[in-house]
T-cell receptor
Framework: KAGVTQTPRYLIKTRGQQVTLSCSPI?????VSWYQQTPGQGLQFLFE???????NKGNFPGRFSGRQFSNSRSEMNVSTLELGDSALYLC???????????FGPGTRLTVT | KNQVEQSPQSLIILEGKNCTLQ??????????LRWYKQDTGRGPVSLTI?????NTKSNGRYTATLDADTKQSSLHITASQLSDSASYIC?????????????FGAGTQVVVTP
């Protein structure tokens, strides 16, 4: 079974631009969560989607948004990028097995 | 204040030696606690998951313990190998299956030297 995949793996953007990151969950998994990881703040929850609906949302500004498609693939978008948005963005998928969650390799975003 | 505190922040150990990482939490009500291993530049990988009724769980050379009364957990690495060099993150859930309720520790950076 293929794991969680994220594209692109690395991205460099300029302040003010917007970016879209993609996540393909493990086949059969319907829940996709997104996290931001920085050296200073550690892992922070962005949002979770389940069956195309946002089920939970963390404490991030409205510049961070996401969506999930009918095939469970998910995208997150960050508009008007700021230097502080530089981070590793991780997505994780979960299925029917209670408590299990699998992370993708992450997308390293650098904002200059 | 972070509801999950990990110690030490970092440690260096010699290959073949054992080490123990600590995780204290204040999350309540408690559902489950996980330990993840994260290699540099990679996503976290689950090592163990424990609910309140479990007080020990092993995964190869990794053994996690949980004391739900004192709200403490430890991760013991036996006979460390160079590949154990990574960040170890303690994650506590206050509500079963609600991924938005996860509380993350800052991690312990482990470096295993030859």
């Amino acid at each position: 079974k293929a794991g969680v995949t994220q594209t692109p793996r690395y991205l460099i953007k300029t302040r003010g631009q917007q970016v879209t990151l993609s996540c393909s969950p493990i086949s059969g998994h319907r829940s996709v969560s997104w996290y931001q990881q920085t050296p200073g703040q550690g892992l922070q929850f962005l949002f979770e989607y389940f069956s195309e609906t946002q089920r939970n949302k963390g404490n991030f500004p409205g510049r961070f948004s996401g969506r999930q498609f009918s095939n469970s693939r998910s995208e997150m978008n960050v508009s008007t990028l700021e230097l502080g948005d530089s981070a590793l963005y991780l997505c994780a998928s979960s299925g029917k097995v209670q408590y299990e969650q699998y992370f993708g390799p992450g997308t390293r975003l650098t904002v200059t | 204040k972070n509801q999950v505190e990990q110690s030490p922040q970092s440690l260096i150990i010699l290959e073949g030696k054992n080490c123990t990482l600590q995780c204290n939490y204040t999350v309540s009500p408690f559902s489950n606690l996980r330990w993840y291993k994260q290699d540099t530049g990679r996503g976290p990988v689950s090592l163990t998951i424990m609910t309140f009724s479990e007080n020990t769980k092993s995964n190869g050379r990794y053994t996690a313990t949980l004391d739900a009364d004192t709200k403490q957990s430890s991760l013991h690495i036996t006979a460390s190998q160079l590949s154990d060099s990574a960040s170890y993150i303690c994650v506590v859930s206050a509500l079963a299956d609600s991924w938005g309720k996860l509380q993350f520790g800052a991690g312990t950076q482990v470096v295993v030297t030859p």
